[in-house]
C-alpha cells in the first residue's frame, strides 16, 4: 500500500517525501479535528465507573 502510493506520488524521492508528509499531516488533521470530535459521545471513556453510596 504505502509502496503504491510511493510511486504514484511525481517528483524526485525529496518531493515525494515532503507530499507524504503532507498527506499524513492531512489525514491527521482529519482525524484530530472532524473524526474525534464526532465520536466522543459514543466512545465509553468518559463514563464513571465508580458510585459513591451514601454520599
Known amino acids: ?5 510511493w510511486n504514484i506520488l511525481p517528483g524526485p524521492w525529496f518531493v515525494k517525501f515532503l507530499l507524504a508528509l ?3 499531516a492531512g489525514a491527521a ?3 484530530w479535528y472532524v473524526v ?3 465520536a466522543d459521545p459514543y466512545m465509553p471513556f468518559n463514563d ?5 453510596e451514601g454520599g
Open 1 to 5: 500500500m504505502y509502496g503504491l502510493i
Open 22 to 24: 503532507a498527506l499524513i
Open 29 to 31: 488533521a482529519l482525524l
Open 36 to 38: 474525534f470530535p464526532w
Open 48 to 52: 464513571g465507573a465508580v458510585e459513591v
